[in-house]
């Protein structure tokens, strides 16, 4: 009955979407067409989406660039009109134009965006960053070259406000302003990714950072479109699993890597064809390395090793899309330092997803988009060989969003998602009795045009969740309301001002009500609290940035105030039997807290070369106590010097951090357990890259030396700090093409 029941409401989704694809628009007289390149290299931008909104009148037309980065706006009236062209890895375009009684081609240079380009694929309306709410950032193309490490969390370290919490290099995952685990929320192609990254610090993304396309990070009010945990923001893995628009012609990438810190390497690849209104896709990964080499010797048993394939299609139009995809990733990591144990952890995760969407669409509403995602996820706890716990963790959700059409000043999104989730462990450590998670969320976000110049946000959110054990035993019950409000100003053609203040509630995570026992994988005894409050957060956020072809940067600065805190500490004084094996006893408790902090970045262009800084910090309070919040970054900050002619950039990056001595510290019966402190360090990394063009073949050849100076240092994150520094000197080679 309830595969039946999931089958009808993906089919009720998909109707609009269904309806669109048959609906076929007559040609009109003018169109505005043109090529886009890289004003750098000369080569076509694939993949840009260029979108035509008038002056006079409401009017919105968009296209994607083809393979020779071509596109067509077909059936435009006269008269006057902007033409933006947003693209990963460039800054965007703006052009006034006006259109009489031919049509007119205009051809447009993009500019390499030295440091990040805006995230544009989880709106669901392509958002130039210069109206958004929300700080957003991506690494696409060259970036991910550029920053291609042996996980995802270690790719997004250096991008602002992200540090990366790590337990060796194979759990690797990102902070995003001090905030981790639950409240960090990953996204695979805008949808949730159903692994337990978040549960604990030795589990992983069982994903590698050469299946993605790019990766964006996304912050503010917007939010709220996903969910209420994600008080820290959210990370957006896109692979582009499903197409989205018609392949007249095959399209695809390859890659190959090599590195010698982690001695090893890899390679993926993708392709994307079709004919007519069908389109398919099929991409592949393996990676193997080996274990970490750092000035003081090599790390043992911190090895990584991951493989991925997936093939997925539909049909697709200029206006609409409808397509499936599966996707199977398996990763395999060592766990360094568990009790002289040889820990590995094995995480496999199988992917189902339905996904459609359609724009300009007659009526109350213009766009349509939904989405049907089944996931299997299972990960397998290995001490010498022996399996001593198993994790599994089924997981469906259903969501539909629709985008109302513009009524006077108001343009905003409905939208309502539906999660499904059953989680067990088993075995000779199993943490918690199987459990039975269900929920259902509402959502509504708004932007209100009071003047050209001046922007309004209101959102609103309600969720319900429900946590039933298996045995005979009431449910956990939790219903929250969560809301937004913002403005933005825009005091130039190329400044923006946002401002917004956000009421989120975070349920308690499954793990820190239910979790109970020894915990291998982690080297704890963990303690959960099925009588954990709601955290309620309030943050506000003050944004100001400016981007053109020669100065671009943005600084942020925030303060969020978290009522019932959920945090991990040792359970102090031990109880009767509370050591294991030498074990920690973690408990799972409560506070209020407050953080605070700021995150800037900025490039500077002179003729052909780059000037690039960021700062970012953030101090975190449990108020009442006057103790440091536990585990938050150190003041970081990032300055480059960056050469780009022709077809070759390169340049030098220095890091620094400074000495984090602001650590949680507990004490009772005098008797004082404290985080250890961490000294500041500063190292370099050289790079290089070399971009050809060959036909319709784009290549390039990315070199990079991390640690130039083999400098020995320790990431205050990295629970292992205390026993090993991170990794020393590591030369990488990349090589990519797109065609």
């Known amino acids: ?189 805008g949808l949730r990714l159903g692994d337990l990254s978040s549960q604990s610090p030795d589990h992983g993304i069982p994903l590698s950072p050469t299946d993605a396309s790019h990766i964006e990070i996304l912050r503010g009010p917007a939010m709220l479109l996903y969910s209420p945990q994600a008080i820290g923001g959210l990370m957006n893995i896109v692979t582009n699993d499903i197409p989205v628009a018609p392949a007249t012609t095959p399209t695809g990438s390859f890659l190959l890597d090599a590195s010698a810190g982690a001695p090893g390497g890899g390679a993926a690849g993708n392709v994307t064809a079709g004919r007519g209104n069908v389109a398919f896709h099929a991409s592949g990964s393996s990676r193997r390395l080996d274990d970490v080499k750092t000035p003081g010797g090599q790390i043992p048993n911190s090895f990584v090793n991951s493989g991925r394939a997936q093939v997925g299609g539909g049909f697709v139009s200029e206006r609409a899309f409808l397509g499936a995809s599966y996707a199977y990733s398996q990763t395999r990591y060592g766990i360094p330092f568990i009790g002289g144990r040889d820990a590995e952890l094995d995480p496999r995760l199988q992917r189902f997803t339905v996904r459609g969407s359609s724009r300009q669409l007659t009526g109350p509403f213009d766009a349509v988009r939904g989405s049907v995602v089944v996931q299997r996820y299972r990960h397998d706890e290995i001490d010498r060989g022996t399996t001593m716990t198993s994790f599994t963790d089924n997981v469906t959700e259903v969501e539909a969003l629709v985008h109302h059409r513009q009524a006077g000043r108001l343009n905003g999104s409905i939208g309502t998602s539906y999660l499904s989730r059953e989680f067990s462990t088993t075995g000779a450590e199993a943490l918690s009795p199987a459990v039975i998670q269900k929920g259902f969320a509402g959502y509504l976000y708004e932007e209100i045009a009071v003047a050209d110049a001046v922007q309004v946000q209101v959102g609103g959110r309600l969720d319900r969740r429900e946590f039933k054990l298996a045995q005979d035993t009431p449910a956990r019950e939790f219903t929250s309301l969560s809301a937004s409000g913002g403005i933005s100003l825009l005091p130039s053609d190329n400044t923006w001002i946002t401002a917004s203040g956000t009421r989120g509630s975070r349920h308690p995570a499954l793990e820190e009500l239910f979790f109970r026992g020894r915990h291998a994988g982690s080297g704890t005894v963990e303690h959960g609290d099925p009588n954990l409050k709601t955290e309620a957060s309030l943050g506000v956020d003050l944004t100001v940035g400016w981007r053109s072809a020669v100065v671009s940067g943005e600084i942020a600065v925030f303060v969020n105030q978290i009522d019932n805190f959920i945090f991990r500490r040792f ?100 008797l004082t357990v404290a985080e250890t402190p961490s000294d500041g360090y500063a190292y370099l990394n050289i790079f290089g890259s070399y971009t050809f063009v060959t036909g319709r073949t784009t290549s390039t050849v990315t070199a990079r030396l991390d640690n130039a100076t083999n400098v020995v240092y320790h990431d205050h994150l990295n629970y292992l700090r205390g026993l090993a520094p991170e990794m020393g000197r590591n030369f990488v080679v990349v090589y990519g093409v797109r065609f």
């Open 571 to 670: 359970l102090f004084p031990r109880p009767t039997g509370a050591v294991e094996n030498d074990l920690a006893q973690m408990v799972f408790t409560q506070a209020d807290a407050q953080m605070q902090g700021v995150e800037s970045h900025v490039d500077v262009r002179v003729g052909s070369i780059w000037f690039e800084g960021g700062l970012d910090y953030v101090r975190g309070e449990l108020l009442g106590s006057d103790t440091p919040m536990p585990r938050m970054p150190p003041l970081r900050g990032r300055g480059a010097i960056q050469i780009q002619r022709n077809g070759f950039a390169g340049g030098v990056q220095g890091t620094f951090a400074g000495k984090q001595d602001r650590v949680f510290t507990m004490t009772v019966d005098n």
């Open 1 to 189: 009955m309830m595969v039946r029941t999931r089958a009808r409401v993906a089919f009720l989704l998909t109707l609009p979407i269904i309806a669109v694809l048959s609906r076929h628009a007559g040609a009109q007289e003018l169109e505005v067409s043109g090529r886009v390149t890289d004003a750098r290299s000369g080569a076509a931008v694939r993949g840009a989406t260029v979108v035509l909104e008038g002056f006079e009148f409401e009017f919105n037309l968009r296209s994607t660039t083809d393979p020779d980065g071509v596109y067509t706006l077909p059936g435009v009236p006269s008269g006057s009109f902007e033409l933006a062209v947003l693209a990963d890895g460039y800054l965007p375009s703006h052009t006034d134009l006006t259109v009489l009684r031919e049509p007119l081609t205009l051809d447009v240079q993009l500019v390499t965006d030295v440091h990040f380009s805006p995230a544009m694929s989880v709106n669901a309306d392509t958002t130039d960053p210069l109206v958004s709410f929300t700080s957003a950032h991506a690494l696409g193309g060259e970036g991910v070259a550029m920053e291609l490490q042996s996980t995802i969390g270690a790719t997004v370290e250096h991008m602002p406000g992200v540090a990366q919490r790590s337990f060796g290099p194979g759990p690797a995952r990102p902070v995003f302003r001090g905030l981790d685990g639950d409240r960090v929320l990953i996204l695979q192609d």
